[in-house]
């Protein structure tokens, strides 16, 4: 899988993973698959961070979004 694919896909998954704890927690239930889907998320940006040299500057993050749209769109 590319690391930029990963990065995205993790973050993806972090965004998604917090507002499920907090409608769990709002619930009162434990937040089981969201803290799964946060530890998942987490590992796919930890990876991906590690296959790049330099690391990922915060500018780079809106070009890997739209270089992985444009792969997945194409």
Do not use: C, Q, Y
């Not at 917090?18 to 990876?47: E, K, M, N, Q, Y």
């Amino acid at each position: 899988m590319d690391s930029d694919l990963m990065f995205v896909t993790g973050v993806v998954l972090l965004a998604l993973s917090i507002p499920a704890i907090f409608s769990a927690l709002s619930d009162s239930r434990p937040p089981r698959a969201a803290a799964i889907i946060l530890l998942i998320g987490g590992t796919l940006v930890v990876i991906a961070l590690s296959h790049k040299p330099g690391g990922i500057a915060l500018a780079e993050i809106p070009d890997i979004f739209f270089r992985v749209i444009g792969r997945l769109v194409n």
